[in-house]
């Protein structure tokens, strides 16, 4: 067995004096690297643990009772979501049973498997031990992953196709292994049936090997066999978006519209959080890094196109997350070699702390609504008071005449409202849950013949354009998220048919 910083099966690696090669470093012929240390496998097994000791905190996230509703009517294509997520939510409640922590299995395991995937990469860009173990503690330790590894998001498994992608394509680009072409076909046809943005990492890393080259590894014929695989796996949900009018961009215009303005002026003050602000120092250690070797320096390139490409479009800084990663990667093999390492360590650690407290649920839930935590971390604020949706809109609806509540439905507002009702229906009796938000719109209006609405969310105001007459109901409190303060309403006899009124119903973001 050879040192940890030297490539086994071929010349010795240049080092830069910290296990790591010097920027400029040479193409390894597939030549196999050092194993991973043990540290890293203890690093990724214990951000498993920790992540499924805390799952039952808090509660449901909202996005997460939507994947579960959509879950239960497996399809092709979803009309704001490819359909990966949800099928993990399918797949978990059916295995693991249909509960908040069955759940979060798959992303605690999506976030280890993370973790060992950065230091992978930073091992690719021959980075030594000490390397990889900062590179694996950094990722664990990130606001990014804790967030995607606490709650089913489509970020979950986002980030890890990417990371996995990432990593075959510094085995091309630096190793000139042409196999793995046919490896980032696969993933990237999966990673499509997750979220069509892949195409964004591998637009902006192909114009970065047309600019930087190596412009050797296109002349490859694997490459077009990866593409061609891509394109077979992905075809299915290619052919969803086909028939159904571009749904992913008609949502992308939405949410430009909806949000594109926020996004812009949080765009890199929130990536520095996501990562961490040690992490973000070493990330521009990373992008220099790659910025000097010649090949890999489309990864460098990649990372500012795709970054004006977000901010063009008006999309959420955490689609820039697999980029992050990888330039984490390339900066720890720099870092390892910093003098002041242990301040390195000691800084990683305070943004440790730091990244739980503002990432996973430690603060009483009771106490969330009053801290900064609440408006850092929306997706905590919204994990909290999810089941009293449901036990609040139930009290309007047992306070109904018994003639009137026998043909009752309800009407949500946006999909979290409506997953919640879905999810705990049995539990307090509700009846059935209608949508206009999103892919629920599509799923159709109440029956011809329904007279009675119990709304949630919808402003009374429309409301009583479309009804002969609404009532308020009480509005929904004790949450810390968006819910709070919604309008609960009852309404009777809408003014035209189901079929007529659906339409305006409809909405998006």
């Not at 296990?19 to 540290?39: E, H, I, K, M, N």
């Not at 808090?58 to 092709?76: A, I, Q, S, T, V």
């Amino acid at each position: 067995m050879t040192a940890d910083n030297e490539v086994t099966g071929g010349a010795p690696a240049a080092h830069d004096g910290a296990g790591g090669a010097s920027p400029g470093g040479d193409v390894r012929t597939g030549a196999p690297l050092t194993r991973q240390p043990r540290a890293v496998v203890a690093i990724a097994a214990a951000t498993v643990a920790v992540l499924l000791a805390v799952s039952p905190w808090y509660g449901y996230h909202r996005d997460e009772l939507y994947f579960r509703m959509l879950g239960e009517r497996p399809r092709l294509g979803y009309f704001d979501t490819p359909p990966l997520t949800p099928m993990i939510a399918r797949v978990s409640t059916a295995i693991f049973g249909d509960t908040v922590v069955a759940l979060r299995i798959v992303p605690a395991l999506c976030a280890g498997a993370l973790v060992v995937l950065v230091a992978l990469a930073a091992r690719e860009l021959s980075g030594g031990r000490a390397a990889q173990i900062l590179a694996a503690a950094g990722t664990a330790t990130s606001v990014l992953t804790l967030l995607a590894g606490h709650s089913l998001l489509t970020l979950t498994p986002d980030l890890v196709l990417w990371s996995a992608i990432t990593l075959c394509l510094l085995r091309v680009l630096l190793r000139g292994d042409g196999r793995y072409w046919l490896w980032t076909g696969v993933l990237c046809g999966i990673a499509a049936y997750n979220r069509d943005l892949i195409v964004v990492l591998l637009g902006c890393v192909g114009l970065g090997v047309l600019v930087a080259g190596p412009r050797e590894v296109l002349r490859d014929r694997r490459l077009w066999a990866g593409a061609l695989l891509a394109l077979v796996i992905a075809s299915p949900n290619l052919l969803y978006q086909v028939t159904h009018d571009w749904p992913q961009f008609q949502m992308a215009d939405a949410l430009r519209i909806d949000e594109g303005a926020d996004n812009r002026v949080s765009f890199l003050p929130l990536q520095i959080v996501l990562l961490g602000p040690v992490q973000a120092v070493i990330c521009v250690a990373g992008w220099l890094r790659l910025w000097r070797n010649r090949r890999v320096r489309s990864l460098a390139i990649a990372y500012p196109v795709a970054c004006a490409l977000i901010l063009y479009t008006g999309g959420r800084p955490d689609y820039a997350g697999g980029f992050l990663l990888y330039l984490f990667a390339a900066g720890c093999v720099s870092a390892a070699g910093w003098r002041w390492r242990r301040a390195l360590i000691a800084a990683l650690a305070v943004n440790a702390v730091v990244a739980v407290v503002v990432a996973l649920p430690v603060i009483p839930a009771a106490s969330l609504g009053g801290t900064p935590v609440a408006a850092m971390n929306e997706v905590a604020s919204e994990s909290v008071g999810m089941r009293d949706v449901a036990a609040q809109t139930a009290r309007v609806v047992t306070g109904l005449p018994a003639a009137e509540r026998a043909g009752a439905v309800l009407l949500a507002a946006n999909y979290g409202e409506a997953g919640a009702l879905h999810r705990w229906a049995g539990e307090f009796g509700l009846p059935a849950v209608y949508s206009g938000h999103n892919e629920l719109w599509w799923w159709g209006p109440p029956p011809e013949g329904t007279r009675v609405v119990v709304s949630v969310g919808y402003p009374p105001a429309g409301l009583a354009t479309v009804f002969a007459r609404c009532a308020p109901a009480g509005t929904l409190s004790g949450m810390p998220g968006e819910e709070q303060g919604v309008p609960i309403t009852v309404c009777h006899d809408p003014v035209q048919p189901w079929r007529e009124l659906w339409p305006r119903m409809r909405h998006y973001s």
